[in-house]
């Protein structure tokens, strides 16, 4: 078992991920494909030990969080590429999952993330998310983010990762990146969260917000004057609410939209799909938090509908909707009929063939 060869084909096919799991060959993930390593064997017990002795190389620490939580997150370096890794156990045999970390950020124009969500990150204060389900590159999205504000404004960031990621060095900002987990920078997202309190820094990011003491943190860490920039695995702008709310009890729920329609400013959920050329392509929603937005979150029953009803009515000011966004791609020949319809509800079939007819109007006037 040569995990260094594994790795060095995964480069070369500039691969996002590799997958070793006992009974199977080593898989790659190429463009959403998933293809065995050419000439590789079928991967036995002892390889996937051999490969968790490789990984772990030894740490006490690591070898304790596995056995007791039954997983393990950590990153991994290969020749000069930062690898995520999570070990987990299928049939009480280890099975890893890497994600290889281009160690080139890509730029953030050419992600085809909105120009609205760069533009946010001059607000003073307040809460922006970066959403999507697992693989929809909000990482990527973040990373390119910090980036563009390193290079542009004169801040100190302190990014809070499990793990860290993206190697980032202060240019024109201040950047500390920490990284959590037992044995690690902090213990916990919400005691890093609290701890950056003290640390006097302008922006925070969070790189997973996924329970209520986080997101007490980081609405209190807005509330005092400072940006927060976070995560979330949800699929729309109008779910990523709805989770947030019920993180809390009924009993809170009003003081909670409260501070959400104040605090939080920008929404953008993102998806990938594999265009027509065979390359991942960006599908953003956009929620920019107005007045009628806000007036929305603080209901006594929140109402995705009207949620989604207002980021289609806000598009002048930088919201952009789902239906929308297809229709664009569908429209530059970026993405087919079907793809874009099959990320919609039947009902909405005909906003988005309505939409289609208007783009391609105005592109031919």
Do not use: W
């Amino acid at each position: 078992m040569n995990l260094g060869k594994i790795l060095d084909e995964a480069m070369r096919l500039d691969a996002s991920d590799v997958h070793l799991i006992s009974g199977n060959k080593p898989m790659l993930r190429i463009a959403r494909d998933l293809i065995p390593v050419e000439n590789s064997k079928i991967l036995t017990p002892e390889d996937m030990y051999e490969v968790y002795d490789t990984l772990v190389k030894g740490n006490v620490e690591k070898d304790e969080v596995f056995n007791s939580t039954r997983k393990l997150d950590m990153s991994y370096i290969h020749r000069d590429i930062r690898l995520r890794v999570n070990i987990s156990l299928s049939d009480d045999i280890p099975l890893c999952t890497l994600r290889l970390i281009k160690n080139e950020l890509p730029s953030y124009e050419s992600l085809g993330v909105p120009d609205i969500v760069r533009r946010m990150t001059y607000q003073p204060q307040g809460l922006i998310l970066v959403t999507g389900k697992t693989n929809s590159g909000k990482s990527t999205t973040l990373n390119a983010l910090i980036n563009y504000i390193n290079e542009n404004q004169n801040k100190k960031i302190l990014t809070l990762e499990n793990p860290v990621e993206y190697k980032h060095h202060s240019k024109k900002s201040l950047i500390v990146q920490k990284e959590v987990g037992k044995g690690r920078d902090s213990l916990t997202f919400g005691d890093g969260v609290k701890n950056s309190l003290r640390e006097d820094c302008d922006i925070l990011v969070i790189g997973e917000i996924r329970d209520k003491v986080t997101m007490e943190a980081a609405i209190e860490m807005a509330e005092s004057g400072h940006l927060v920039i976070g995560t979330l695995h949800t699929k729309s702008c109008a779910e990523t609410i709805d989770r947030m709310i019920n993180f809390y009890e009924v009993r809170d729920q009003a003081t909670i939209k409260y501070l959400l329609s104040a605090l939080l400013k920008l929404v953008v959920s993102q998806r990938l799909l594999k265009g027509r050329d065979g390359k991942l392509v960006l599908v953003p929603e956009v929620m920019v938090v107005d007045n009628i937005v806000a007036g929305i979150i603080r209901k006594e029953k929140l109402s995705v509908s009207e949620i989604e009803d207002a980021i289609q009515s806000n598009l002048e000011k930088g919201s952009i909707g789902l239906i929308n966004s297809l229709a664009e791609l569908f429209v530059e020949d970026k993405i087919t009929l079907d793809q874009a319809k099959a990320q919609i509800e039947e009902k909405n079939i005909e906003t988005l063939n309505r939409t289609i007819m208007q783009l391609k109007i105005r592109k031919n006037k």
